[in-house]
């Protein structure tokens, strides 16, 4: 079992930065990739970055060069790093883990909202 719990949604207007955190707790060692993933009101939940226990990360094009995902092995937690920020980016952002051999994980998610 694996928990995951977000934290660092807020509001902010547009052009700000907020950090996002995913803490992890339970049987954290089996984890081999973590994600965040958001949905805005109205549309399908989608990807936005994963980093993987080798250090790889992705993240998604329409957050490219303003999003970063970084993690602290030490506490467990995975972060994205969002700078300016767009109303576009309003949603509810969730992490994801990926056990070996076993279902993913849901976190809570945190609410993110951009506006003026």
């Known amino acids: 079992q694996v928990q995951l719990v977000e934290s660092g949604g807020g509001l902010v207007q547009p052009g700000g930065s907020l950090k996002l955190s995913c803490a992890a707790s339970?049987?954290?060692?089996?984890?081999?990739?973590v994600e965040w993933f958001r949905q805005a009101p109205g549309k399908q939940r989608e990807w936005v970055a994963t980093i993987r226990d080798s250090g790889s990360t992705n993240v998604a094009e329409f957050v490219k060069g303003r999003f970063t995902i970084s993690r602290d092995n030490a506490k467990n937690s995975v972060y994205l790093q969002m700078n300016s920020l767009k109303p576009e980016d309003t949603a509810v952002y969730y992490c994801r883990a990926s056990p070996i051999g076993g279902r993913d994980y849901w976190g809570q998610g945190t609410q993110v909202t951009v506006s003026s």
């Open positions: 339970g049987n954290v060692a089996s984890i081999y990739a």
